[in-house]
């Protein structure tokens, strides 16, 4: 037997009238196949958590300023005092290598070309063609 859509259930949002809305699209998990877990090593891990302790101390501070403080506290941490972040760090490190044992190794990204480059390259082309033309209507 055939069955139409108006026979089918749907999860889609719809109208009061009951027609389907056109902006609906389907649901998407946070982490695809395409995105690998974060890896962060212990220092990232920690660079993170300080800045959240200290978010009102470091708001007055320029951005590099804020790198040497982290900078700064990081090398004063002893072992013991490491070992937590070490430990996230690892086990990120897990998630993320057990992620390309089942996908494979994520692709880099590509580098989009800028376009004032791209501007540069066509008015350097041009010339090239005029002296061309140039030296052809010299040779006839």
């Known amino acids: 037997r055939a069955t139409t859509n108006v026979d089918r259930p749907t999860d889609r949002p719809t109208t009061a009238t009951g027609k389907l809305l056109l902006t609906w699209s389907a649901p998407t998990p946070a982490r695809t196949m395409a995105q ?75 580098k989009k070309k800028k376009k004032a480059a791209a501007k540069k390259k066509a008015k350097a082309k041009e010339p090239e063609s005029d002296d061309e033309s140039a030296s052809d209507s010299d040779a006839s």
Do not use: H, M, N
Not at 52 to 59: L, N, Q, T, V, Y
């Open 36 to 110: 690998p877990p974060k890896k962060r090593t212990a220092y990232i891990l920690f660079g993170v958590e300080l800045r959240k302790e200290r978010a009102e101390e470091f708001k007055s501070l320029k951005p590099t300023d804020v790198i040497k403080e982290i900078g700064l506290a990081w090398k004063e941490l002893d072992a013991e005092d490491k070992a937590p972040f070490e430990k996230q760090a690892e086990r990120e490190k897990a998630a993320y290598a057990a992620w390309v044992a089942k996908y494979g190794k994520p692709e880099p990204k590509k």
